[in-house]
């Protein structure tokens, strides 16, 4: 592929979070937010620039099973940004931020190394937090050379891992395995957290001097293991030190910070049984002043306060763990608790999250020193439901504060996240975050004139996509969550500006129609513009045991108006809790006839006919049946061609033809009927079908442009993809065109592009593994292509990571240039320019 005269750009990722508290970290250095998604991390560019969109700019792809860790190694003596990621997949991998080398300026992230596989998942990583941002450092940079620390690790099989990182060194020599660590039987690790308690400036021959650490684990168990060592403790490595009880549930998270004016270390610990206990590990015989008493009251209750001795380094200098305090104020599971010290001041303050959809700041009071919350964000925990011991799976996993500690985010059930920017004046404001389905996405659909994109997926939910034009770079963000349903959505389909139809596992299709409220937000964000914005209904709600929404026509006093205006005057795309709420389609039309879960539909080109196909293992079930959109009638008959299931329908742009590839690895081609048709009769009857037109599944076919001539593409797990033109009343095959993997979807530009006075034909060719690129074939002059040719081979860097299900250009209307939509089993969506 050697033609330089076009290249693909990313222009948006969609991915949402995985729902695991320590799947999700803020880098100090890069200032980019990573989160596990699936089996990939997404990076997350928070703030919009003049050259560099906001939103995740790519996904790190090398894990074979989902993203459970993530934690960035804060290096204060380096520029570099150093990523540690662990997973399902039980190996623990280092990644390096490098020099983009390319001109499209994305940021890279290079494998540097992994480790040989835990026994179970990784569920922790712990790395020891330098002072402005997240907690605690003795000394500065990564270690006391600027190059090596110590970091632990936490996997499902009960054991805790000690690692040195050195980045001085290359290959697998980066991480070296120390130590091993047991946790007492049938005990899973949840939380891991790293200190270093001192360090001598250097060693007993001019060296690197003695570091102490301090690690803390805690798990499914109502206690804390407190862990010492030091690097001169070569054979016996950590040891246990402490076991400090109190908390009557689950411990879920630990976060170590430096107090500034005492230079104790002091331990957060969050529990599932809704309270926060805070310890102070002190240096010194002496135990801490407020730890004279052997008892301490809170709430009328007594509260031990025993004092856990031990001694640590060469030196065994004693040491002291006494509890500092209870925190109390959340109604349900902590799930995370991250400390932080201002630079600028010195102050610690706490971030907690929780399952009653709450973020908590929380501060010590000058005077007293009691700590109390200081800000509150979120919900009231009356709008949560049920609570986490009754089945709930709603709140917030976890809480980042960013490194200037202006902004705090989270991220709920529902993979998307929020986030809050201090004003100045003691008030967090939400401001616009990043969001994406959770599951599988199997299917994207431009609106008719490609001014929004709609996608699906097995997480049950439908989103719609445009630009902002309030961004500096016309940016796309999520504005709509039109469906979200009881069952997996296999396919959607745009019918007009203002429709659309999805099929679902449940057998049947459902159409929606834009609420009249929606409609004004795209008009005044987006721009736009709908002509029968008056026809339009007003909201859409969701019954509390339906699968349905219904169309609500309200009025001002019901609350209907203040809704809607609220949606449309925000200076801001809608957050997460509102596009969950308030931004649902109302439901039109079921439409009923299949007997097994949807596979596939297909729409004309004039927006009139649907056409719809299930999953089938025989001919009377692997049938396309077709519906008209004005009254919604199924047109009889059903039409046979194929006898397993049909995985894709296209119509030509003249709506002349009709096509339908399938397993069976045959395409069908119906011609329409215009006249003597009875009413209600399918305007389409089978013209020819081709058997074992490829030796495998075939997954997609589209039609090339008219100006082309009459032809066709399909593409199947073969490996292969095919042209087929119209010669007499046959369709032959002309061109084969031959890949390195299975292609699992394919979609052809809506028009002829010229390149140096030749005319060619460009189609975006998905395979089976993720990658993509773009093809293209010579016009030629009598009609009919030839010559298919690699033409873009995208950069695996910025490809999906799985599967794709499907690929669709956007409609070149009134917005210039070409953009290319694509979905993934990898649970993202992503749209590309093509830049010639």
């Not at 991998?93 to 040989?116: C, F, H, M, N, T």
């Not at 994109?453 to 902002?468: F, G, K």
């Not at 745009?494 to 004004?520: C, H, N, Q, W, Y």
């Not at 609500?552 to 006093?557: G, H, L, P, S, Y």
Request: negative net charge.
């Amino acid at each position: 592929m050697t033609d330089t005269r076009g290249r693909i750009h990313p222009r948006f990722i969609s991915i949402g979070a995985n729902r695991i508290p320590a799947s999700s970290d803020w880098d100090t250095n890069s200032g980019f937010i990573a989160y596990g998604a699936g089996n990939v991390i997404a990076l997350w560019r928070v703030d919009e620039t003049d050259t560099s969109p906001s939103g995740v700019f790519a996904t790190l792809k090398g894990h074979t099973d989902k993203v459970s860790a993530v934690r960035f190694v804060d290096d204060t003596s380096n520029s570099s940004s150093i990523l540690l990621s662990g997973g399902v997949d039980r190996v623990l991998r280092v990644w390096k931020l490098v020099q983009p080398v390319d001109e499209s300026g994305i940021p890279r992230y290079e494998l540097l190394a992994q480790s040989p596989p835990h026994d179970g998942s990784i569920v922790d990583i712990a790395v020891e937090r330098t002072g402005s941002s997240h907690g605690t450092a003795v000394s500065e940079g990564v270690g006391r050379n600027g190059k090596s620390t110590i970091i632990a690790s936490a996997s499902a099989d009960g054991n805790v891992k000690i690692w040195r990182l050195d980045l001085s060194k290359e290959g697998e020599e980066v991480l070296t395995h120390l130590q091993t660590l047991d946790t007492k039987s049938r005990y899973l690790p949840l939380s891991v957290a790293l200190a270093r308690l001192s360090q001598t400036s250097t060693g007993s021959e001019g060296g690197p001097g003695e570091e102490v650490w301090i690690l803390a684990v805690s798990g499914s168990s109502n206690y804390i293991q407190m862990f010492v060592g030091s690097t001169e403790e070569t054979k016996s490595g950590f040891v246990p030190a402490a076991t400090l009880t109190g908390h009557e549930n689950w411990i879920r998270s630990l976060s170590f910070v430096r107090e500034a004016t005492t230079n104790d270390l002091l331990l957060a610990t969050g529990s599932q049984d809704r309270y926060i206990r805070l310890w102070r590990v002190h240096r010194g015989s002496t135990l801490p002043a407020q730890s004279a008493g052997s008892k301490m009251m809170i709430m009328g209750q007594a509260l031990s306060n025993k004092a856990h001795r031990f001694s640590a380094g060469s030196t065994q200098e004693e040491y002291s763990i006494t509890f500092e305090a209870l925190l109390v104020g959340h109604e349900d599971w902590v799930y995370s608790v991250s400390f932080r010290k201002d630079a600028a001041d010195g102050k610690t303050k706490l971030l907690s999250a929780s399952a009653d959809n709450s973020l908590s700041i929380w501060e010590a009071d000058e005077t007293s020193g009691i700590w109390v919350c200081t800000a509150r964000m979120g919900e009231a925990s009356g709008m949560k439901g049920s609570s986490t011991a009754t089945g709930s799976t709603g709140g917030f996993w976890a809480g980042l504060w960013s490194p200037d500690g202006n902004d705090v985010v989270s991220f709920g059930k529902n993979g998307g996240w929020r986030r809050w920017t201090n004003s100045g004046e003691g008030e967090w404001v939400q401001r616009s975050a990043v969001a994406g389905h959770i599951r599988d996405v199997m299917g994207v659909s431009w609106e008719k004139d490609g001014r929004y994109l709609l996608s699906t997926s097995l997480d049950q939910s439908t989103r719609l996509y445009a630009r902002w034009k309030s961004s500096k770079l016309r940016s796309f963000y999520e504005f709509s969550r039109p469906q979200i349903h009881g069952y997996d959505i296999n396919s959607i389909v745009s019918l007009s500006s203002t429709k659309f139809v999805s099929g679902a596992d449940e057998k049947l299709m459902r159409v929606f129609g834009e609420p009249r409220g929606i409609a004004k937000m795209l008009e005044e964000m987006c721009g736009i513009q709908q002509a029968d914005m008056n026809s339009l209904p007003d909201v859409a709600s969701q019954p509390v045991l339906g699968l349905s929404n219904k169309a609500v026509n309200t009025t001002a006093e019901e609350n209907g108006e203040e809704e809607d205006e609220a949606i449309e005057k925000q200076a801001y795309p809608p957050f997460e809790d509102s596009l969950s709420r308030h931004t649902l389609w109302p439901e039109e039309e079921k439409l009923y006839g299949h007997g097994y879960e949807i596979s596939t539909i297909g729409c004309s080109n004039a927006g009139d006919v649907i056409a719809t196909a299930c999953k089938a293992s025989s001919v009377s079930h692997a049938v396309v049946r077709m519906f008209e959109t004005k009254t919604w009638r199924q047109l009889k008959p059903a039409l046979e061609a194929h006898s397993l299931t049909v995985n894709r329908i296209a119509f030509s742009k003249d709506d002349v033809y009709m096509l339908s590839v399938g397993r069976d690895r045959q395409w069908s081609v119906f011609e329409k009927v215009t006249e003597g048709l009875e009413e209600f009769e399918a305007p389409y009857k089978a013209m020819q079908t081709m058997a074992k037109a490829h030796t495998r599944i075939i997954f997609d076919g589209k039609w090339v442009p008219l100006e082309a001539g009459r032809v066709f593409v399909t593409a199947a797990r073969d490996k292969t993809m095919k042209s087929w033109e119209l010669r007499g009343q046959e369709w032959e095959c002309t061109e084969t065109f031959k890949f390195q993997e299975p292609i699992t979807a394919i979609d052809v530009l809506d028009q002829v592009i010229d390149l140096d006075g030749e005319r060619f034909v460009v189609l975006a060719a998905g395979l089976e593994n993720g990658a993509w690129g773009v093809c293209k074939a010579k016009v030629k002059e009598n009609g009919g292509i030839e010559g298919w040719e690699g033409w873009i081979e995208v950069d695996r860097y910025i490809v999906p990571d799985r599967t794709i299900t499907q690929i669709a250009w956007r409609p070149v209307g009134e917005e210039k240039g070409f953009e290319v939509a694509i979905s993934s089993e990898d649970s993202s969506v992503r749209i590309y320019d093509l830049v010639i």
